[in-house]
């Protein structure tokens, strides 16, 4: 860390404890410029680091802090009319993001060059790197970190997660294929080139349960590298009896050599599952 960027980041610890400095003009400038650097890649809220993944707590921080500092006012958007603090991202051109009509990322969010974004959703504080294809009515919450030549297909929601500071947010790595209508909150960790199938849905209290061996193996918040995933369950025993929950199902493992960009159907139908 430089050390501008170090002083941005004391100013911003500071006015988190002391909001009597949101008043002040030097204050909000801190905060809108860790936005914009946000908004340009500069600043992520979690980064690969020392082969774990670190989260700047500070700069959640700043995007707590934006909030009050920014004035409610009127977005028009052509013929469409929006009422909001936070304005939309714009230059797709300048940036190389192709944008197909209703997409929407909102400033304060990195869209990197080669990004495909379909109708679609991408929050304040999210990071979504180049080739990654955000599919139609795919939803990239705030804070959460998508990889290189990722795809969130249609319907694909990735929570979002600003409070407590100290949160991990969502985070897939690259090449990771993520199918229809999956929901991945509260931190989940999906690593690179895994394949979800339709539908499955993690939370950090989702079993994981890799069923590819003899004995099955269980994960908690995190799917390993290259697995192959689908939506399962599992009984639990309840004092009104025993009934079947939701849990994810680890069923193999993409070969190294399969293309980075296979399909999710391609992937899945090596294990005879039907999506």
Known sequence: MNTETLTI?????????????????????AIREVIAMLDSGELRVAEFQDDSWKVNEWVKKA???YFPIQEMKKISVGPFEFYDKIDLKKNY??????????????????????????PSYINIGAYV???TMVDTWA?????????KNVHLSGGVGLGGVLEPVQA?????????????????????HVKKEAVLGANVVITQSTKIIDVS???????????PERSVVIPGSYEKEFKAGKYNVPCALIIGKRKESTDKKTSLNDALRTFNVSV
């Open 9 to 29: 980041q004391n100013n911003i610890e500071a006015i988190w404890d002391n909001r009597d400095l949101l008043m002040e003009e030097n204050s909000k400038t």
């Open 63 to 65: 995007v707590i802090l």
């Open 93 to 118: 051109d300048e940036l190389n993001v192709r944008v197909v009509p209703h997409a929407i990322s909102r400033y304060g969010s990195y869209v990197a060059p080669g990004v495909i974004m379909m």
């Open 129 to 131: 790197d180049s080739g």
């Open 139 to 147: 939803t990239v919450g705030s804070c959460a970190q998508v990889g």
């Open 168 to 188: 991990s947010p969502v985070i897939i790595e690259d090449n990771c294929f993520i199918g229809s209508r999956s929901i991945l909150v509260e931190g989940v």
């Open 213 to 223: 061996g003899d004995q099955a193996v269980h994960y908690k918040g995190e799917i």
